[in-house]
């Protein structure tokens, strides 16, 4: 005889219902993070992320006193980028946005190069003698963007995540990661390999 655990256990889960439809964009707020963002959604893009990066740069502030304020200026800006694409791009509205039917697998590879800068930034400006650090970390960014986009849809998530885990792992072993950035290249790779490339079901704000 079944207990009642067990029956509960056996119900399917209760999906949200999913909305893949937007409003057309009204500025070039909603052209960067998604027309038709909620109040909640917004709240979450900016202030975690405002929180968290004069966090991090009053912790640089302490431990990096050789830098400049011109490098502290550019070390909060790749935090907002960083740490602010992590949420933005994961927000149903965005998952409207660079996902809809009009978007192909080139148009995220071009969003995926468009992030060479970031640590090609942190090599010119905190680390010019470490160029391996760019050709490692974009490198490996932009190969597993190229399988994932391979991948069955069903497949991406999983291969997203051992590919994230695969390079923190890699970082930790054999990249002469520049001090004051050992946050970067995980939050790099979850930003662009699982918060933008993988498609998934933007739900309605209850």
Known sequence: MKSHNEDEYRKPPVTPSVDWQYPSPSGGLDLFIGPGASKAELCLQFL???VLAFAMTGWAGIKMESWS???FIVFWILLVDMIGGVITNATASAKRWYH????AAKDHLLFVALHAI???????LFAPENPMYFVVTFGWLLVGALMILKCAVYLQRPCAGAWVVAG???EQAVLDTPEGFEWFFA???IKVLMSHLLLEAPYKAN
Do not use: F
């Open 48 to 50: 975690p992320t405002l």
């Open 69 to 71: 304020w011109w490098q």
């Open 100 to 103: 809809r039917y009009q978007i």
């Open 118 to 124: 970031q640590p090609l930034l942190i090599v010119i």
């Open 168 to 170: 923190i792992l890699l």
């Open 187 to 189: 939050v790099y790779l």
